[in-house]
Protein backbone atom coordinates (compact mmCIF):
# COMPACT_ATOMS: atom_id res chain seq x y z
CA UNK A 1 0.00 0.00 0.00
CA UNK A 2 0.80 3.70 -0.27
CA UNK A 3 3.07 5.33 2.81
CA UNK A 4 4.77 8.45 3.17
CA UNK A 5 7.28 8.69 6.10
CA UNK A 6 8.90 11.65 7.40
CA UNK A 7 11.12 12.59 10.82
CA UNK A 8 8.76 14.31 13.50
CA UNK A 9 10.85 17.74 14.28
CA UNK A 10 13.54 19.93 13.22
CA UNK A 11 15.74 22.57 14.38
CA UNK A 12 17.56 24.45 13.24
CA UNK A 13 19.16 28.35 14.12
CA UNK A 14 18.02 31.88 11.82
CA UNK A 15 20.55 31.80 9.05
CA UNK A 16 21.18 27.87 8.76
CA UNK A 17 19.88 25.87 6.18
CA UNK A 18 16.63 23.19 6.82
CA UNK A 19 16.60 20.39 5.03
CA UNK A 20 13.25 17.81 5.50
CA UNK A 21 13.37 14.52 4.50
CA UNK A 22 10.56 12.07 3.21
CA UNK A 23 10.52 8.52 1.68
CA UNK A 24 7.38 7.27 0.13
CA UNK A 25 6.64 3.48 -1.41
CA UNK A 26 4.30 4.48 -4.84
CA UNK A 27 7.09 4.19 -7.55
CA UNK A 28 4.36 4.92 -9.92
CA UNK A 29 3.73 9.18 -8.29
CA UNK A 30 3.29 11.25 -11.10
CA UNK A 31 4.03 14.04 -8.42
CA UNK A 32 5.73 14.96 -5.19
CA UNK A 33 4.45 17.61 -3.12
CA UNK A 34 5.65 19.56 0.39
CA UNK A 35 3.02 21.54 2.10
CA UNK A 36 3.42 23.96 4.69
CA UNK A 37 1.04 24.61 7.44
CA UNK A 38 0.96 27.04 10.08
CA UNK A 39 -0.98 26.84 13.30
CA UNK A 40 -4.77 26.34 13.20
CA UNK A 41 -4.59 26.92 9.93
CA UNK A 42 -4.95 24.93 6.19
CA UNK A 43 -2.30 23.57 4.30
CA UNK A 44 -0.20 25.63 1.76
CA UNK A 45 1.25 24.31 -1.32
CA UNK A 46 5.14 25.51 -1.10
CA UNK A 47 6.37 23.57 -4.14
CA UNK A 48 5.99 20.70 -6.13
CA UNK A 49 8.20 18.22 -8.78
CA UNK A 50 6.90 15.89 -11.28
CA UNK A 51 8.26 12.81 -11.07
CA UNK A 52 10.90 12.57 -14.15
CA UNK A 53 13.01 15.57 -12.40
CA UNK A 54 15.71 15.49 -9.99
CA UNK A 55 15.69 18.73 -8.55
CA UNK A 56 13.94 21.68 -8.80
CA UNK A 57 14.75 24.90 -7.21
CA UNK A 58 12.18 27.77 -6.03
CA UNK A 59 13.57 30.81 -4.78
CA UNK A 60 14.58 29.76 -0.99
CA UNK A 61 13.62 26.07 -1.90
CA UNK A 62 15.47 23.54 -3.08
CA UNK A 63 13.43 19.99 -3.91
CA UNK A 64 15.55 17.04 -4.84
CA UNK A 65 14.00 13.68 -5.42
CA UNK A 66 16.05 10.54 -5.43
CA UNK A 67 13.33 8.00 -7.37
CA UNK A 68 15.52 5.04 -7.13
CA UNK A 69 15.58 5.30 -3.02
CA UNK A 70 11.99 7.05 -3.34
CA UNK A 71 13.75 10.06 -1.43
CA UNK A 72 12.20 13.36 -1.61
CA UNK A 73 14.35 15.99 0.75
CA UNK A 74 13.28 19.83 0.56
CA UNK A 75 16.09 22.30 1.74
CA UNK A 76 15.22 25.84 2.78
CA UNK A 77 18.46 28.02 2.80
CA UNK A 78 18.20 31.16 5.08
CA UNK A 79 15.33 30.01 7.11
CA UNK A 80 13.94 32.28 8.77
CA UNK A 81 11.45 32.38 12.21
CA UNK A 82 8.52 32.33 9.65
CA UNK A 83 9.47 29.36 8.31
CA UNK A 84 8.51 27.95 11.52
CA UNK A 85 5.36 25.57 10.70
CA UNK A 86 4.66 21.55 10.17
CA UNK A 87 5.61 20.27 6.84
CA UNK A 88 4.31 17.75 5.17
CA UNK A 89 5.39 15.71 2.11
CA UNK A 90 2.76 13.81 -0.03
CA UNK A 91 2.69 11.73 -3.07
CA UNK A 92 -0.34 11.64 -5.97
CA UNK A 93 -1.84 8.09 -6.06
CA UNK A 94 -4.16 7.37 -8.38
CA UNK A 95 -4.07 10.11 -10.36
CA UNK A 96 -5.63 12.59 -7.93
CA UNK A 97 -5.64 11.06 -4.49
CA UNK A 98 -3.13 12.38 -2.19
CA UNK A 99 -1.09 10.31 0.33
CA UNK A 100 0.23 12.40 2.98
CA UNK A 101 3.07 11.89 5.57
CA UNK A 102 2.65 12.41 9.35
CA UNK A 103 4.43 15.75 9.20
CA UNK A 104 7.73 17.18 10.12
CA UNK A 105 7.86 20.56 13.02
CA UNK A 106 10.31 22.89 12.06
CA UNK A 107 11.24 25.34 15.11
CA UNK A 108 13.21 27.81 13.71
CA UNK A 109 15.34 29.38 16.67
CA UNK A 110 16.92 32.96 16.56
CA UNK B 1 -10.19 36.12 -4.92
CA UNK B 2 -10.72 32.40 -5.76
CA UNK B 3 -10.35 29.63 -2.70
CA UNK B 4 -11.86 27.10 -0.47
CA UNK B 5 -13.77 28.63 2.86
CA UNK B 6 -14.61 26.13 5.62
CA UNK B 7 -17.74 26.82 7.80
CA UNK B 8 -17.65 27.21 11.36
CA UNK B 9 -14.06 27.35 12.12
CA UNK B 10 -14.95 25.81 15.79
CA UNK B 11 -17.90 23.67 16.58
CA UNK B 12 -18.52 21.95 19.35
CA UNK B 13 -20.79 18.81 19.41
CA UNK B 14 -22.66 16.93 22.33
CA UNK B 15 -22.03 12.91 21.97
CA UNK B 16 -25.05 11.50 20.03
CA UNK B 17 -25.39 14.67 18.03
CA UNK B 18 -24.68 14.55 14.03
CA UNK B 19 -22.92 17.62 12.93
CA UNK B 20 -22.59 19.45 9.23
CA UNK B 21 -19.27 20.92 8.56
CA UNK B 22 -19.47 23.19 4.91
CA UNK B 23 -16.85 23.45 2.14
CA UNK B 24 -17.86 26.01 -0.82
CA UNK B 25 -15.31 26.20 -3.33
CA UNK B 26 -15.34 29.02 -5.94
CA UNK B 27 -12.19 27.58 -8.14
CA UNK B 28 -13.93 25.84 -10.64
CA UNK B 29 -12.57 22.62 -9.43
CA UNK B 30 -14.31 19.38 -10.28
CA UNK B 31 -13.07 17.75 -6.96
CA UNK B 32 -13.16 17.74 -3.82
CA UNK B 33 -12.16 16.02 -0.57
CA UNK B 34 -12.35 16.01 3.17
CA UNK B 35 -9.14 15.02 5.29
CA UNK B 36 -8.82 14.88 9.00
CA UNK B 37 -5.84 15.58 10.79
CA UNK B 38 -4.76 14.45 14.35
CA UNK B 39 -1.70 14.99 15.95
CA UNK B 40 1.05 13.18 14.80
CA UNK B 41 -1.00 11.21 12.14
CA UNK B 42 -0.93 13.61 9.07
CA UNK B 43 -3.84 13.60 6.96
CA UNK B 44 -6.00 10.94 6.54
CA UNK B 45 -8.26 10.94 3.60
CA UNK B 46 -12.35 10.35 4.67
CA UNK B 47 -14.31 10.90 1.54
CA UNK B 48 -13.86 12.28 -2.23
CA UNK B 49 -15.97 13.21 -4.97
CA UNK B 50 -14.41 13.74 -8.88
CA UNK B 51 -17.91 15.12 -10.11
CA UNK B 52 -21.21 16.37 -9.18
CA UNK B 53 -23.29 13.69 -8.10
CA UNK B 54 -20.29 11.23 -7.41
CA UNK B 55 -18.08 10.29 -4.11
CA UNK B 56 -15.87 7.51 -2.75
CA UNK B 57 -15.03 6.28 0.23
CA UNK B 58 -11.66 7.53 1.76
CA UNK B 59 -9.60 5.98 4.25
CA UNK B 60 -11.73 6.29 7.41
CA UNK B 61 -15.05 7.10 5.91
CA UNK B 62 -17.22 4.91 8.67
CA UNK B 63 -19.04 7.30 10.92
CA UNK B 64 -19.08 9.81 7.99
CA UNK B 65 -21.12 11.24 4.98
CA UNK B 66 -21.37 13.31 2.24
CA UNK B 67 -22.88 14.76 -0.85
CA UNK B 68 -22.19 16.22 -3.89
CA UNK B 69 -25.04 18.09 -5.37
CA UNK B 70 -23.30 20.98 -6.41
CA UNK B 71 -19.77 21.33 -8.37
CA UNK B 72 -18.71 24.46 -5.52
CA UNK B 73 -20.09 22.89 -2.64
CA UNK B 74 -19.41 19.38 -0.64
CA UNK B 75 -20.61 19.31 2.86
CA UNK B 76 -19.46 16.40 5.30
CA UNK B 77 -21.80 15.13 7.84
CA UNK B 78 -19.74 13.65 11.57
CA UNK B 79 -23.05 11.28 12.61
CA UNK B 80 -23.26 9.81 16.19
CA UNK B 81 -21.36 6.59 14.79
CA UNK B 82 -18.04 8.50 14.68
CA UNK B 83 -16.87 7.39 17.63
CA UNK B 84 -13.75 9.78 17.76
CA UNK B 85 -14.65 12.43 16.22
CA UNK B 86 -12.46 15.07 17.76
CA UNK B 87 -10.37 16.11 15.03
CA UNK B 88 -8.99 19.06 12.88
CA UNK B 89 -11.17 18.94 9.01
CA UNK B 90 -9.64 19.75 5.99
CA UNK B 91 -11.39 20.61 2.88
CA UNK B 92 -9.56 20.78 -0.37
CA UNK B 93 -10.47 20.67 -4.13
CA UNK B 94 -8.40 19.86 -7.44
CA UNK B 95 -9.07 20.21 -10.80
CA UNK B 96 -7.95 16.56 -12.40
CA UNK B 97 -5.71 16.01 -14.76
CA UNK B 98 -4.24 19.96 -14.65
CA UNK B 99 -0.76 20.63 -15.17
CA UNK B 100 0.25 19.97 -11.50
CA UNK B 101 -2.85 18.30 -10.55
CA UNK B 102 -2.74 20.41 -7.31
CA UNK B 103 -5.28 20.58 -4.49
CA UNK B 104 -5.46 23.31 -2.77
CA UNK B 105 -6.99 23.28 0.97
CA UNK B 106 -9.40 25.01 3.03
CA UNK B 107 -8.49 26.67 6.33
CA UNK B 108 -9.97 23.99 8.58
CA UNK B 109 -12.87 23.03 11.11
CA UNK B 110 -12.04 22.59 14.74
CA UNK B 111 -14.60 19.23 15.55
CA UNK B 112 -14.55 19.22 19.58
CA UNK B 113 -16.96 16.62 21.39
CA UNK B 114 -18.13 17.56 24.45
Known amino acids: GEDVEQSLFLSVREGDSSVINCTYTDSSSTYLYWYKQEPGAGLQLLTYIFSNMDMKQDQRLTVLLNKKDKHLSLRIADTQTGDSAIYFC??????????FGAGTILRVKS | DGGITQSPKYLFRKEGQNVTLSCEQNLNHDAMYWYRQDPGQGLRLIYY???????QKGDIAEGYSVSREKKESFPLTVTSAQKNPTAFYLC?????????????FGEGSWLTVV
Open chain 1, 90 to 99: AESVNGNKLV
Open chain 2, 49 to 55: SQIVNDF
Open chain 2, 92 to 104: ASSSPGGERNTIY
